[in-house]
């Protein structure tokens, strides 16, 4: 089950580490930076801003990094209610870990020159191809296409969601919805740690670009649990 109050502290934790990591990649790498200055142009040419540029992508970075971990959230969810075959981040137990290890691998035995910037570039391309799932990975809108992190720090988010319990060895954030609301569960937690990590960034205001809101993530009514698996609506691996 969903510990809320521990898991959006810990996601604040990831957002202001992805905006730290995300700025100095911005200063350091001028091809990374220049995309984000012609579309802060853009903007100062319509007087949609007044804003100076550091400014406006401090505030840019914020909605990437609160991008890039909500899709992260996104995926676990899936992975932890058998929504999708494939692990690629995490799963209920040590083996779910296991087994998404093993897909990272694959991935970088056929990319030998990426980092995991591009590997969970790779998941959520891989999980926006999955029905019912384009809107909220919707590359014109969602701002995580706008800027990647660097390798280190993608390495360190794709760990982050692998933190195991000591005792029991099970990751320490666990999405599973026994009652099978998942829309509605899935709805709270996304919403709640987009406001919660809004309040705490204080005078920075968090504007993140409209993406699909989980009323548009279809969902069966609740089955019940002795229904094989097989028979429960999902996202078939035959979509990947």
Same mark, same amino acid.
């Given at each position: 089950?969903?510990?809320?109050?521990?898991?959006?502290?810990?996601?604040?934790?990831?957002?202001?580490?992805?905006?730290?990591?995300?700025?100095?990649?911005?200063?350091?790498?001028?091809?990374?930076?220049?995309?984000?200055?012609?579309?802060?142009?853009?903007?100062?040419?319509?007087?949609?801003?007044?804003?100076?540029?550091?400014?406006?992508?401090?505030?840019?970075?914020?909605?990437?990094?609160?991008?890039?971990?909500?899709?992260?959230?996104?995926?676990?969810?899936?992975?932890?209610?058998?929504?999708?075959?494939?692990?690629?981040?995490?799963?209920?137990?040590?083996?779910?870990?296991?087994?998404?290890?093993?897909?990272?691998?694959?991935?970088?035995?056929?990319?030998?020159?990426?980092?995991?910037?591009?590997?969970?570039?790779?998941?959520?391309?891989?999980?926006?191809?999955?029905?019912?799932?384009?809107?909220?990975?919707?590359?014109?809108?969602?701002?995580?296409?706008?800027?990647?992190?660097?390798?280190?720090?993608?390495?360190?988010?794709?760990?982050?969601? #692998?933190?195991? +319990? *000591?005792? $029991?060895? =099970?990751?320490?954030?666990?999405?599973?919805?026994? !009652?099978? /609301?998942?829309?509605?569960?899935?709805?709270?937690?996304?919403?709640?740690?987009?406001?919660?990590?809004?309040?705490?960034?204080?005078?920075?205001?968090?504007?993140?670009?409209?993406?699909?809101?989980?009323?548009?993530?279809?969902?069966? #009514?609740?089955? +019940? *649990?002795? $229904?094989? =698996?097989?028979?429960?609506?999902?996202?078939?691996? !035959?979509? /990947?």
């Amino acid at each position: 089950m969903i510990d809320s109050k521990e898991l959006l502290e810990d996601l604040q934790r990831e957002v202001t580490t992805l905006e730290d990591d995300l700025r100095s990649r911005c200063d350091a790498e001028p091809t990374v930076d220049a995309p984000l200055k012609t579309r802060y142009d853009e903007a100062r040419a319509r007087n949609r801003t007044a804003l100076t540029y550091k400014a406006w992508r401090e505030e840019e970075l914020t909605n990437v990094a609160v991008a890039w971990v909500l899709a992260c959230v996104f995926v676990r969810f899936l992975e932890d209610n058998g929504l999708i075959d494939t692990l690629h981040l995490a799963g209920t137990d040590a083996a779910g870990v296991v087994r998404a290890r093993d897909q990272q691998i694959v991935f970088f035995r056929e990319h030998p020159l990426s980092t995991e910037r591009e590997y969970l570039e790779h998941v959520f391309t891989v999980t926006a191809a999955l029905p019912s799932m384009a809107e909220f990975f919707d590359r014109r809108h969602n701002p995580l296409w706008s800027v990647g992190p660097t390798g280190d720090a993608s390495a360190a988010l794709v760990n982050f969601w #692998r933190r195991a +319990d *000591p005792e $029991t060895g =099970r990751p320490v954030h666990d999405f599973a919805d026994p !009652d099978q /609301y998942h829309s509605r569960l899935l709805g709270m937690i996304l919403a709640g740690a987009k406001n919660t990590i809004s309040k705490n960034l204080g005078s920075r205001t968090l504007q993140l670009r409209e993406v699909a809101t989980p009323t548009s993530f279809h969902q069966p #009514r609740p089955v +019940d *649990p002795a $229904t094989p =698996r097989h028979h429960r609506h999902r996202c078939s691996k !035959d979509a /990947y």
